[in-house]
């Protein structure tokens, strides 16, 4: 299907889990969404039922960060906002996610294919 590319990493689960200021976090999961949308080059006539989507961190520094922090919930609803996916639950979406270092570029790139013989 093809790859977006933003680049900028969004905020670790970290910084919102167990803190009050919800008002922070739509704001910044709607700016995710946008950037998505924005970033997207390819996008369906229909959202996509049943997709494998690779998130790909490019971070700054070698510094340890945890998968679980870095799960891709805003990319994911950056996806369905965009209307690339119908669901970001099981069902719809086999989930990938991926770390590596560039301390020129970060980003984040995600790679969404609807062929399910297609390794991403």
Not at 34 to 56: F, G
């Amino acid at each position: 299907m093809g790859i977006s590319i933003i680049p900028d990493i969004p905020p670790s689960n970290n910084r919102f889990i167990g803190r009050a200021d919800i008002w922070e976090y739509r704001r910044i999961k709607k700016d995710w969404e946008q950037l998505v949308l924005y970033s997207a080059k390819i996008r369906p006539r229909e959202p996509l039922t049943c997709v494998n989507v690779c998130i790909r961190y490019f971070f700054p520094d070698k510094k340890r960060r945890d998968p679980d922090n870095y799960s891709g919930k805003m990319i994911l609803d950056g996806l369905r906002y965009a209307g690339i996916i119908k669901d970001d639950c099981f069902g719809c979406i086999t989930l990938k996610l991926e770390a590596f270092v560039d301390r020129k570029k970060p980003r984040v790139e995600i790679l969404v294919s609807d062929d399910e013989t297609e390794q991403i």
